[in-house]
């Protein structure tokens, strides 16, 4: 344990696993309780893979988009919840081809993988961009739909779509 300042950021830990950033508590408990760690004793890779592993952990109803940011620029904060062009492509085929299901996904030119695909879901959930809703029940099979938060993606794709038609030659008109 670090002994920290009350009110600084800090990752709070139990048993050895991530739980949440924020501010340290005032109280630091017994070992086997949670604990604070401030972040400057972590690396900058080490704290990314807090954050990804906070992502992933907490429910997607609870969970803070950005636990730490590298900077306040949102361009740079957008880039790191759908800068990847596997993020894109999914969010594409929901919002332009009416996809909505893994298999669906799957059939895309592109040919995502299928790890890929599920940890693109997983993380889009997380960010609230997606909601996902069993269809069927044995097996469970779920599809996907957008949320506002993610329909709201879609100026930037038809930019993106314009400037695809404008600048690279011999692509469709439509995505």
């Known amino acids: 344990m670090f002994p920290s300042c009350p009110g600084s950021r800090a990752v709070k830990f139990f048993r050895g696993c991530p739980l949440d950033v924020g501010l340290t508590h005032p109280v630091l408990a017994r070992p086997e309780s949670a604990y604070w760690i401030p972040l400057s004793h972590f690396s900058f890779a080490s704290q990314q893979v ?6 992933m952990k907490k429910s997607p109803k609870t969970r803070p988009v950005a636990l730490l940011q ?6 740079a904060n957008a880039l790191d919840l759908v800068g990847d062009k596997w993020t894109l492509l999914v969010v594409r085929d929901m919002l332009f081809l ?3 299901r893994y298999g669906e996904f799957l059939e895309s030119a592109e040919g995502i993988p299928t790890n890929i695909l599920a940890d693109r879901l997983k993380r889009l959930e997380g960010y609230g961009l997606i909601e996902k809703k069993p269809y069927q029940f044995n097996p469970v099979r779920y599809e996907y739909q957008l949320t506002p938060r993610g329909r709201d993606l879609e100026p930037a794709l038809h930019a993106l779509v314009a400037w695809g038609i404008n600048h690279i030659p011999g692509v469709d008109r439509e995505p």
């Open 50 to 55: 807090c954050r990804y592993f906070l992502f």
């Open 70 to 75: 590298r900077s306040t620029c949102p361009l």
């Open 98 to 100: 009416q996809k909505h």
